[in-house]
C-alpha cells in the first residue's frame, strides 16, 4: 500500500477485556515496530520485528501485551485483561530493512496510529 | 542512560516569527538524531535527520536543524513559521546501545497566532 494503516483507528474497551490491534506495514518492508505513545508523551518503543523473528521485545510493560507477525507481514498486537494505564495511542512503523543496517539509515514510516481508551 | 529531553511543553509564536525548539540528548557517542512532527489525527512524519558530517541539516517544509556536539543539543529552527506548522514535534535519537529503538522527547508543542 501507499503507506502503514493501521486498524481500528479507535478503539474503547472496557476494563479486563481483550483487544487486538492491527499493523499493515508497507509492502516489502522488512521491520515493524510498536510503539505506544502515552497522553502528553512521547511515543515509546514496545516490540521490534525482522520478518517473522520478533528481534526485540524489552518494551512491552507487561506480560499482558504480545505481539506476533507470523508471514512477516502484518503484525498484531494483542492486549489482554485491559487496564486504565493501558489507554494511549498505538503506533507502528515500518522500514525498509533495519534502521542502522550496514547500508546506513532506512526510515521508519509511522502509520496514524490506534487510540485506546480502557473505561 | 540515553534519554532525550525537551525542556519547552509549549511555545507559541506569531505567524511569519522564527521558531526555535530545543532538544537535548544524553549518550555516550554521536547518535542518529531525527526531528519528527505530529499533526492531530496523523502519524509521525519526519522533518529531517543527522547521523554525521555537516553540522547544519535542512529539511521538508522549510525546516533546519543544528548539531552541537559541545552541547548535546540538536535544535529545530525555522525562519518564518506559517499557521500549518501549528502541531507537536518530537526530537529522537536512533542507535548504539539501544540498537534500532527510536528514543524520543516528551514533545514541544507548537501554537501560531495569526
Known amino acids: 500500500g501507499a503507506g502503514v494503516s493501521q486498524s481500528p483507528r479507535y478503539k474503547v474497551a472496557k476494563r479486563g477485556q481483550d483487544v487486538a490491534l492491527r499493523c499493515d506495514p508497507i509492502?516489502?518492508?522488512?521491520?515493524l515496530f510498536w510503539y505506544q505513545q502515552a497522553l502528553g508523551q512521547g511515543p515509546e518503543f514496545l516490540t521490534y520485528?525482522?520478518?517473522?523473528?520478533?528481534?526485540?521485545k524489552s518494551g512491552l510493560p507487561s506480560d499482558r501485551f504480545f505481539a506476533e507477525r507470523p508471514e512477516g507481514s502484518v503484525s498484531t498486537l494483542k492486549i489482554q485483561r485491559t487496564q486504565q494505564e493501558d489507554s494511549a495511542v498505538y503506533l507502528c512503523?515500518?522500514?525498509?530493512?533495519?534502521?542502522?543496517?550496514?547500508?546506513?539509515?532506512?526510515?521508519?514510516?509511522f502509520g496514524p496510529g490506534t487510540r485506546l481508551t480502557v473505561l | 542512560a540515553q534519554s532525550v529531553t525537551q525542556p519547552d511543553i509549549h511555545i507559541t509564536v506569531s505567524e511569519g516569527a522564527s521558531l526555535e525548539l530545543r532538544c537535548n540528548y544524553s549518550y555516550g557517542a554521536t547518535p542518529y538524531l531525527f526531528w519528527y512532527v505530529q499533526s492531530p489525527g496523523q502519524g509521525l512524519q519526519l522533518l529531517l535527520k543527522?547521523?554525521?558530517?555537516?553540522?547544519l541539516v535542512q529539511g521538508i517544509k522549510g525546516f533546519e536543524a543544528e548539531f552541537k556536539r559541545s552541547q548535546s543539543s540538536f535544535n529545530l529552527r525555522k525562519p518564518s513559521v506559517h499557521w500549518s506548522d501549528a502541531a507537536e514535534y518530537f526530537c529522537a535519537v536512533l542507535g548504539g546501545e539501544y540498537g534500532n529503538k527510536l528514543v524520543f522527547g516528551a514533545g514541544t508543542i507548537l501554537r501560531v497566532k495569526s
Open positions: 512503523a515500518s522500514s525498509l530493512t533495519s534502521p542502522t543496517g550496514t547500508s546506513g539509515y532506512n526510515e521508519q514510516f
Open positions: 509492502s516489502g518492508h522488512v521491520s
Open positions: 520485528f525482522q520478518n517473522e523473528a520478533q528481534l526485540d
Open positions: 543527522y547521523f554525521s558530517g555537516d553540522t
